[in-house]
Each structure stands twice: as C-alpha cells, then as structure tokens.
C-alpha cells in the first residue's frame, strides 16, 4: 500500500467517524506519514504500518469495531524510540488527544488506548476479540518466509544499533524464549493455523544463532 493510499484511507476513516475537525484530521495523517518514515526507523516503518491496514483489510468481516482497530493501528508505533520503554503508552495517550479532539465516542477513545497499550506485552487483558486479531496483525512478520524473516531480523537489529552485540543478543534472546514458551504465539485461530508452525521455526532458527 503506497503513501497516498494510506493517508486516503485515513481520510475515510475520520470522514466516517467524525463530523468535526477535518482539517485537523488531515494534519495529523501528515504528522502520522512523518513519524512513520523517521531516520532509523527500519522496520517500525511506513511499511510495518502498511502491513497491519492490508490485514485489517482482509479480516475486516471478522472484526466487529474496525474503526477503533483501524485507529489502534495507525497510531500503535507514533511513537517509537529504542532507548525507552513507555512507547505504547506514549502513543496510546497521543491517540487519545486526537480522538478526543475529533468528537469520538470517549468509550470508544479507551478503546483504542487499550489496545495500543496492549502491543506491548502482546497480552489481551480486556478479552476483546478484536484486540486479538490487532496482536496477531502485529506479530504477522513472525510467521512470514524465512528469507522475510530473516530481513525482518536485521531490520530490528538495525534499530537498536546503539547496543553493542553482547547486549543486544541477550535481550533479543529474552524476546525470543518469551513468545516461545507461550501456549500459542498467536491468539486468533485463523493465524494459529496459517502461521504458528513457521513462526516457531522462525524463532527457534534465529534463537540458535544468537
């Protein structure tokens, strides 16, 4: 999905939802475009972004809310830095300010907070199945080709270059041995299927070169 895609189907999306504020919609999208194509961003990027809407997209009759979902997902990573540990919440709180701003119904704006908030343990607190189609959209990469995989792998890497390797390699295990030990990487049965055998094998592979 190119640029202009993206940010046009933002436009519908807050045409749809909001009667008020379009200009201020239409800045945000550019803000949004801006902190998605940001110097060493390499794989929380415009295409990571673009990857989540197709998903939404292809699951959309399966989602029950996916205006909420659709804005959990343009602003999941709006704020996205290697050094701190509060991104999710960061951004949650700046999806917030611009739901609130546009007139959103403010049970919807907790929502959306919630699941944002969630990206980040990739934990369905709220037992809400529209967040677990947003936390298998998330984690999609994981089951993808190896070669897919394996660019994915050195994109991460590339974000967190400020980290000598002995660092880097110690968390990224911790990463890798958390979603393994889990029953299911991914929550939704349809993803279960399709991607949770490649995405063992993914991590298993990468964990043994580490």
């Known amino acids: 999905m190119h640029t202009d895609s993206i940010k046009n189907y933002w436009l519908l999306l807050t045409n749809r939802t909001s009667a008020r504020n379009l200009t201020f919609a239409s800045q945000t999208i550019e803000k949004i475009i801006k902190?998605?194509?940001?110097?060493?961003?390499?794989?929380?990027?415009?295409?990571?972004?673009?990857?989540?809407i197709c998903l939404q997209?292809?699951?959309?009759?399966?989602?029950v809310d996916n205006d909420s979902l659709l804005y959990a997902i343009y602003f999941h990573d709006i704020?996205?830095?290697?050094?701190?540990?509060?991104?999710?919440?960061?951004s949650a709180h700046e999806a917030v300010?611009?739901?609130?701003?546009?007139?959103?119904?403010?049970?919807?704006?907790?929502?959306?907070?919630?699941?944002?908030?969630?990206?980040?343990?990739h934990i369905n607190p709220l037992g809400d199945?529209?967040?677990?189609y947003l936390l298998d959209f998330d984690l999609h990469i994981l089951g993808s080709t190896p070669p897919q995989y394996e660019a994915y792998t050195k994109q991460i890497?590339?974000?967190?270059?400020?980290?000598?390797?002995?660092?880097?390699?110690?968390?990224?295990?911790?990463?890798?041995?958390?979603?393994l030990s889990q029953p299911a990487i991914y929550k939704t049965a349809v993803f279960r299927e399709k991607y949770e055998k490649k995405a063992r094998e993914n991590m298993e592979r990468e964990l043994d070169q580490l």
């Not at 704020?79 to 999710?88: F, L, W």
């Open 57 to 63: 997209q292809q699951y959309a009759p399966f989602i």
């Open 97 to 121: 300010t611009f739901l609130n701003r546009i007139g959103y119904p403010e049970d919807k704006q907790q929502k959306v907070f919630a699941f944002i908030a969630a990206t980040q343990k």
């Open 79 to 90: 704020i996205y830095s290697v050094t701190r540990s509060d991104n999710e919440e960061r």
């Open 157 to 179: 890497r590339k974000e967190y270059y400020l980290y000598p390797s002995f660092m880097y390699n110690r968390g990224r295990k911790k990463v890798l041995q958390h979603f």
């Open 35 to 52: 902190r998605y194509s940001a110097p060493g961003r390499h794989y929380h990027d415009m295409a990571h972004l673009s990857d989540l």
């Open 129 to 132: 199945p529209d967040l677990d």
